[in-house]
């Protein structure tokens, strides 16, 4: 049938896994543009987000602030982490899909290294969260957000965004890959990511929160990112709060690239 | 290593989920570049059967090789000589259709010249270079099935799995597989088709398996099928008494079977093409008008009440 000669790789297997991931990055990547349902909320939900949290809750919360620090300045970097929490999810949507349809199958039909699904999904995540995150800071800025940051210090800030949303995209690939239908998945999502932003300091302080809720409020990971990006964002001390989230998400990749690799094996050979 | 002269060959295939057999013993053996139809109702274990040979599924018992490789030890062997077409046509819908090739020429270990030119090629071949740059999901139902097939070839593959390539296609778009998959046939792929169209295997396959309930109930070609199910039927019913006993007259000894009162005549066919032409012909010779004609073609249900019938037959002999 071939008219031509075909031509194969020849490479060594560790360099074409390399390879089948850069293809499904791509691939997943492609997704980002050509979904244009979820291209309206990459770029459109945080600003909506944004402006109405600042204008809606600012008067009001700017009292339990500390002084000189204007409302939108604080939620800026709780909004950023929101929003990258919940952008994590399409991952867990993406995969779930993959795994309804057929398509799973014809990848797994080819000679080549199946984990590359999950890798192409995850990393695709990562660029779109990138691309909302700087949409919020360009809108942030135009409606008055001013920062202290250094460039080091936005440096750190990149890369403590980038690894939260990368761990937080391998625990969405676990969701994706046990639940059953994408309805599923949003809401497993939804019940999951909405608790652990509020029940944190992305929006308020936590000293208006009762004892239990402001015990778990100060303890879990959400906050101790969101604290760290605050911190540098504002130019005050950072405290514990940038090693703690490293290691947060260190931790949460460590338990959540196996986890879900395990299971999407498993899932995809029965 | 010695080439084995079966291409795919299954032995006392076995699989279970949970407590459920669906898989009782399959034996299956596929000669270079023929073509083999695995025919049976809803339920009967043909996706299952493919799944297992094309290392998706595991299994409990049995042995199964393709081109000589274990699917089980050898999976990434296996996976390097077949294409696979499933029921749901596996294509990424938000990618067009040349990107889907590319991108799954690619995962076959093409180089990317080697898979955008083959795309092209395939392309042309399937009738699919105008809606070439758009998202497969604006395709049409045949559009994708030949998309998904198309995917299936990109790295010419030897051997070639089609699990229902027609279910749920308008007769047009059938068709139109059928040619595509003839072709493959011709070029000596050598294929394992499921179907639950007794006609398809008819038209397509070199051998036929017949499963029900996990079990092969009968196999051979479709000429011995056929003959073992009985052939197709020609009624013919004329308008009055008068070219009735005309019609019985010139038709002779081939008429099995008349019904005076409708005054209807019935007539075995053993090829459609050349015996419904000879009856024609006999009549239009001696002037003979029908009022009407009709074929009646063995239904898989026949296929299954007498194949299964015959089979509890023998098992009955065997006891006794």
Redesign the interface.
Known sequence: ????Q????QKPKWI?AL??SL?MI??SS??II??TDQLLGTFFQPIMFLVLFSTVFGGAISMALPKGVSYLDFLMAGIIVQTVAFGSTTTALAVCNDLQ???V????????ANLAVLNGHVISDVFRNAISTVVMILTGLVIGFRTHASFVDWLVITGLLLLFTLAFSWLSAIMGVVAKSVEGVQWLGFVLVFPLTFASTAFVPAEGMNRVLRAFAENQPITQIVEAVRALMLGTPTGNHVWLSVVWCIGMLVISVPVASWLFRRK??? | MAQSEYVIEAKKLQKSYGSNQVLKGIDLKVERGTMLALLGPNGAGKTTTVRILSTLLGFDGGSVTVEGHDVVKQADKVRSVIGLTGQSAAVDELLTGRENLVMMGRLYRLTADSAKARAQELLEEFDLVKAADRPAKTYSGGMRRRLDLAVSLIATPPVIFLDEPTTGLDPRSRLAMWDIINRLKEQGTTILLTTQYLEEADQLADKIVVIDGGRVIANGTANELKSKIGNDRLQLTFKDQKTFQKALTALGKTVIDTNGKDFMATIVIKDTNSDVKKVLETLSDAQIPIASMDIHKPTLDDVFLSLTGTQKAANTEETK
């Open positions: 049938m071939a008219t031509k075909l031509v194969f790789e074409m390879n089948d293809i791509k691939r492609r997704h050509r979904n349809k057929g398509i199958d014809r990848f797994r039909s080819l000679p080549m995809t050979t029965n």
